[in-house]
Every structure is written in structure tokens, then in C-alpha cells.
């Protein structure tokens, strides 16, 4: 989403976290067959909508936590290590990636079922 967007939203992003949290997450109907991999813990899926770079991926809990700050530290560091491993089978490892989790309004958190984007393929700017 761009920056104009999120000036627009900024006001509206704690109603954005309430309604979130109260409906079901996106995520937990999601078919197994979207899934490009998985571990005990998290699934992966490739990003076809606002796609930011040629390879976009997202490590999803299998699990809902509303944000990355609610995760067990060993079910963090799994994921965090699956979206390592993506980045190796993507082939973005070595040119270069980046992993990003939003977290609560003010980190432009829209989605409460904690996720982390796998970005990469294209020289990144500092923001985007």
C-alpha cells in the first residue's frame, strides 16, 4: 500500500487492529494447495496481489497470533529461519532480501495473524 494511503489511514488503524482480531483471519481458510512449503509450525505462500518485488513470499503461523510480539520464542524462531531457508530456494540469498513483520498500528499491522514478508529480487531502497 503506499504512503499516501497510510496518511489517509493513519487515524483509522486501531479500528483497523479491533475489526481484525474480531473476524476470522484470512489465513485460516486458506487451502493447502496454495501453500509453496511448511514446517511443523508455519506455512509459506507466494504473494500474487501487491506483489513489491519478483519474489514476494509470505510465512504465515499455522497457529494465529495476533502479532509477532504474542509468538513463542521458539515458534519465532522457526519462522524466522523458514523465511532464511525461502530466501535460499527463491535465490534471493545472496543478492540480497529483506523480512518484514508489521507489528500493532503504528507499524502499519492490518492482518492480526502474524506473518513475515520475504522480499527480494530487486535492489531495495531504503523504505521500499
Not at 108 to 122: D, E, F, K, N
Amino acid at each position: 500500500m503506499t504512503w499516501v494511503f497510510w496518511q489517509l489511514a493513519e487515524w483509522r488503524l486501531p479500528q483497523i487492529k479491533a475489526e481484525s482480531i474480531a473476524k476470522p483471519s484470512p489465513f485460516e481458510t486458506m487451502a493447502e494447495d496454495v501453500w509453496v512449503a511448511q514446517t511443523a509450525n508455519a506455512f509459506a505462500i507466494e504473494v500474487v496481489k501487491e506483489k513489491l518485488a519478483p519474489v514476494h513470499l509470505l510465512v504465515i503461523s499455522k497457529e494465529r497470533y495476533a502479532t509477532i510480539l504474542d509468538v513463542p520464542p521458539e515458534v519465532r524462531g522457526e519462522m524466522i529461519n523458514f523465511a532464511v531457508d525461502l530466501a535460499r530456494t527463491y535465490g534471493v540469498a545472496d543478492s540480497g532480501f529483506r523480512l518484514t513483520t508489521n507489528t500493532n498500528p503504528q507499524g502499519a499491522q492490518t492482518v492480526y495473524h502474524v506473518h513475515i514478508h520475504v522480499i527480494g529480487g530487486r535492489q531495495m531502497g531504503w523504505l521500499g
